[in-house]
Protein backbone atom coordinates (compact mmCIF):
# COMPACT_ATOMS: atom_id res chain seq x y z
CA UNK A 1 0.00 0.00 0.00
CA UNK A 2 1.33 3.31 -0.49
CA UNK A 3 1.00 5.92 1.69
CA UNK A 4 1.35 9.51 1.29
CA UNK A 5 0.94 12.80 3.44
CA UNK A 6 2.29 16.10 3.90
CA UNK A 7 3.25 18.79 6.82
CA UNK A 8 1.85 22.12 6.53
CA UNK A 9 3.33 24.45 8.95
CA UNK A 10 0.59 27.28 9.83
CA UNK A 11 1.59 31.01 10.67
CA UNK A 12 2.31 31.78 13.99
CA UNK A 13 -0.04 35.21 13.50
CA UNK A 14 -2.52 32.64 12.06
CA UNK A 15 -2.65 29.94 14.44
CA UNK A 16 -5.55 31.15 16.44
CA UNK A 17 -7.87 31.27 13.14
CA UNK A 18 -6.40 27.94 12.14
CA UNK A 19 -8.21 26.97 15.16
CA UNK A 20 -11.27 28.73 15.47
CA UNK A 21 -11.82 27.01 11.81
CA UNK A 22 -10.90 23.22 12.61
CA UNK A 23 -12.21 22.80 16.08
CA UNK A 24 -14.95 21.29 16.64
CA UNK A 25 -15.53 18.96 13.88
CA UNK A 26 -18.75 18.75 11.96
CA UNK A 27 -21.46 16.81 13.40
CA UNK A 28 -21.84 14.74 10.26
CA UNK A 29 -18.09 13.94 9.91
CA UNK A 30 -18.14 12.51 13.58
CA UNK A 31 -20.87 10.82 13.18
CA UNK A 32 -19.10 9.20 10.18
CA UNK A 33 -15.83 8.28 12.38
CA UNK A 34 -18.39 6.90 15.25
CA UNK A 35 -20.21 4.41 12.44
CA UNK A 36 -16.87 3.13 10.78
CA UNK A 37 -14.90 3.21 14.81
CA UNK A 38 -12.33 5.44 14.18
CA UNK A 39 -12.92 7.86 16.96
Given at each position: MIR?????????DAHEEYQRR?????PELEAV???SRCA
Open positions: KAFVMQVNPHNPIWLEI
